[in-house]
């Protein structure tokens, strides 16, 4: 086998198309929408590189027309779940032991074709699946995946890399980056493509094999980054695309002798009971089990008496309603200084108003749908409650229909009590909680935010005063794994912004970073030693 040091393409974040009116990447984008609503698809699930139909069908609907059925799908059980892992174990020899710049160019080369052949097919089936609009999509399914692959095979290569920095004359220290012993579990969520293609690839990247689960209503985004793959020339078995229900899958993986590990982007709960399982059965795995996983948010903005309003109001709509607010690190709390609130009502009320809701297709539309009926009837529950309390007043929304999809309106509650159970509890959707709070107040806001939720993504002060902003930044280190100064909470970029918090939001393995990826392979330090003693005694022993 030829071997060399080699260097990998520098990454560069993929630039974001604005798909304004006229441009090229407009009009492909419409045609890749009106050529993906003009078929129904029949979706398999894939298995050692084949794809596997079943009889027993789900159905995909866009959110913002749930009439419209672009899909079926085939469901699978746990027989499916077995075949995966093993069709994995069975890939697994040969995908370990193939050098590592030859999975490198796989995902380099998939990487491209999202870039140029599959950008406006991945973007349409983001946009009609999961009901993004298509600037949220674009830097989704497009650059953020991108960038993902890209930045991935970098980290991967420097962390090939990485040496003990000493050898002493007559030995040579070295290091070697192992892939785990078994396989992966990828456990992705709807709201992110990119996070949904992340979690299997930079698994498989380190030289493991994956058994991929999406949620079922990513599936038909899902399906395109398998062809993707597949076209950029994953071997068969490496990835393995299943859909079978949450409890099949986990009755079959957590209990399999070569369970190496889960990635997991979903909710607290579900995580925490993945968690509990696999406590519950260490003693059935070959090796411990690594359990990386983003979850929940309940994300803040703090606004200061020193802001500049407008930056504040820009950075609350766009923070707490791009993508309805279905972003794990979306603003869902907002606190705001009681010396500015009157302006920044003023403003963030007319920027509301303004907002039109509805189809993705329509360009115009800044708010789509949300994901599912459970999501909006969740949703209607708290918007319901919030107009029979008396602590509560709604400044923006508060409507909702789901005759043609399941639409609510940008929300915004003002409560009187910073406790208030939309300040609590993650909602996922276009629901904004504001307090307003004493300016000189500020001190104790800070032990409010710090200690009201379990969670700890992402969070922002807004201010211009430095010693605030310092202030803030000391006292809600712990609150938030990602934390803005004069921006919104949203937003994290590959390379530029690692993303994950701790608490009850996840590992804090930072996604999109090279920590994440050495979570994925297990390090073996070699010592060689050219000239070896040959006397077991050492010169202290002898005479004087």
């Not at 993929?14 to 407009?26: D, I, K, M, T």
């Not at 456990?187 to 030289?207: E, K, R, Y």
């Not at 009590?417 to 276009?430: A, N, R, V």
């Not at 930072?510 to 070896?532: C, D, H, Q, Y």
Request: hydrophobic share 40%; proline share 5%; aromatic share 12%.
């Amino acid at each position: 086998m030829l071997k060399g040091f080699f260097n990998v393409p520098a990454p560069v974040n993929e630039p974001v198309y604005n798909y304004a009116p006229g441009s090229q990447e407009r009009k492909l984008l419409k045609e890749a929408l009106a050529d993906a609503r003009s078929k129904v698809l029949d979706i398999p699930m894939y298995i050692n590189g084949k794809e596997v139909f079943t009889e027993d069908k789900g159905k995909v609907n866009p959110p913002h027309d749930h009439q419209h059925l672009l899909a079926t799908y085939s469901k699978g059980t746990k027989k499916h779940v077995e075949q995966a892992i093993d069709a994995a174990l069975a890939a697994k020899a040969d995908w370990e032991n193939l050098a590592w710049e030859q999975r490198a160019a796989i995902f380099l080369k998939a990487a491209d074709l999202i870039a140029g052949p599959y950008r406006y097919k991945l973007n349409a089936a983001t946009m009609l699946g999961q009901s993004k609009n298509a600037y949220q999509a674009e830097i989704d399914s497009a650059c953020e995946i991108i960038d993902f692959l890209r930045f991935n095979v970098s980290y991967m290569a420097e962390i090939y890399k990485q040496q003990p920095p000493v050898s002493p004359n007559g030995s040579w220290n070295r290091v070697e980056q192992r892939p785990l012993e078994g396989f992966v579990f990828a456990l992705t969520p709807f709201n992110f493509t990119a996070i949904a293609g992340n979690l299997p690839s930079c698994v498989a990247m380190m030289g493991n094999v994956v058994v991929w689960k999406p949620a079922n209503t990513q599936i038909y985004a899902a399906n395109v980054l398998m062809e993707i793959f597949r076209e950029a020339g994953l071997p068969d078995g490496v990835i393995n695309l299943i859909f079978v229900s949450g409890p099949d899958a986990g009755d079959v993986i957590f209990n399999h002798a070569d369970f190496a590990g889960i990635h997991f982007t979903g909710s607290t709960g579900v995580f925490q009971d993945i968690w509990k399982t696999i406590g519950n059965n260490i003693h059935k795995y070959k090796t411990y089990p690594r359990i990386v996983g983003e979850t929940g948010g309940k994300d803040f903005i703090l606004v200061h008496g020193s802001a500049d309003i407008e930056a504040a109001n820009t950075a609350i709509v766009r923070g707490a309603f791009e993508y309805q607010g279905q972003k794990c690190s979306a603003a869902s709390r907002v606190y705001i200084a009681k010396s500015i609130w009157p302006q920044l009502k003023e403003l963030m009320v007319s920027d509301l108003a303004s907002l039109k809701m509805g189809p993705t297709e329509d360009f115009s539309n800044f708010i789509n749908a949300v994901i599912d009926e459970k999501s909006f009837n969740n949703l209607a529950k708290y918007i319901d409650a919030a107009k029979k309390d008396s602590g509560v007043e709604i400044i923006a929304g508060g409507n909702y229909d789901k005759s043609k999809g399941y639409f609510i309106e940008p929300t915004v509650l003002v409560v009187n009590d910073p406790k208030y159970t939309t300040m609590c509890e993650e909602l996922f959707g276009p629901v904004l909680t504001v307090y307003v709070y004493d300016d000189k107040d500020f001190d104790q806001i800070l032990d409010i935010i710090d200690t009201t939720s379990i969670y700890a993504l992402t969070g922002a002060i807004i201010a211009q005063d430095r010693y605030v902003i310092a202030q803030a930044t000391q006292a809600l280190r712990n609150a938030a794994g990602n934390f803005y100064v004069n921006d919104k909470c949203t937003g994290a970029v590959v390379g530029q912004q690692p993303f994950g918090g701790a608490r009850g939001s996840g590992t804090n393995d930072k996604a999109g970073s090279m920590i994440n990826l050495l979570r994925w392979v297990s390090p073996r330090t070699i010592k060689e030693t050219f000239n070896p003693p040959k006397d077991y005694r050492y010169p202290f022993l002898s005479e004087e």
